[in-house]
C-alpha cells in the first residue's frame, strides 16, 4: 500500500534542497564556475535530491506490484512504465541515476560546468517530477480519515 505519509515527507525533501538548487541556479555559468564553494554545493544538493527520488521510486514501483527496479535508472523508467510519469520524461528524467553515481562514487572530477547545467535541468524537471508523483499518489492511496 502507497504510504502517503513517506511520499510526502521525501517530497518535502527534495523541495527544500530544490530552493537551494533555484538559488544557484540564478547565478552565471561563470559566477559557479568560479568558485568551488558553489559546485561543492550543488554536487552536494543534487545527490541528495535524487537520492530521495530514487527512494519515492522504489516505494511506488514496489507498492505497485513490481519487483523492485534492477538499477536506479530503471526506478525512473519502471515509476514511467506503472504510469506515475509519462514515459518520455520517465526515460528523459532517468539520467539523473547516473549524475547520482557520478557524484556519489567520485569516479572522476566532473567538470563544474556540467554540474551547472545538471542544476538548470534539475530546476527545471523536479517540480515535474513531483506534481507527477503527487497525482499519481493522490490518485492511488487510500484515503486518510474516511476521506
Request: glycine fraction near 4%; aromatic fraction near 8%; include cysteine.
Amino acid at each position: 500500500m502507497i504510504d502517503p505519509e513517506l511520499v510526502t515527507r521525501k517530497a518535502t525533501l527534495i523541495t527544500k534542497d530544490l530552493r537551494a538548487l533555484a538559488d544557484l541556479a540564478r547565478m552565471s555559468k561563470s559566477e559557479f564556475v568560479a568558485g568551488q564553494t558553489q559546485e561543492v554545493l550543488a554536487e552536494r544538493y543534487l545527490e541528495r535530491a535524487i537520492g530521495r527520488m530514487i527512494d519515492v521510486n522504489y516505494h511506488l514501483v514496489t507498492e505497485a506490484g513490481e519487483p523492485p527496479p534492477s538499477d536506479y535508472f530503471q526506478s525512473f523508467t519502471d515509476l514511467a512504465r506503472i504510469g506515475a510519469l509519462p514515459a518520455e520524461f520517465g526515460r528523459e528524467i532517468a539520467a539523473c541515476a547516473g549524475l547520482r553515481n557520478r557524484l556519489v562514487h567520485q569516479y572522476d572530477e566532473i567538470d563544474p560546468s556540467r554540474i551547472y547545467d545538471s542544476v538548470l535541468v534539475a530546476v527545471r524537471d523536479i517540480p515535474e517530477y513531483l506534481r507527477h508523483v503527487d497525482e499519481y499518489v493522490r490518485t492511488r492511496a487510500p484515503a486518510v480519515d474516511g476521506r
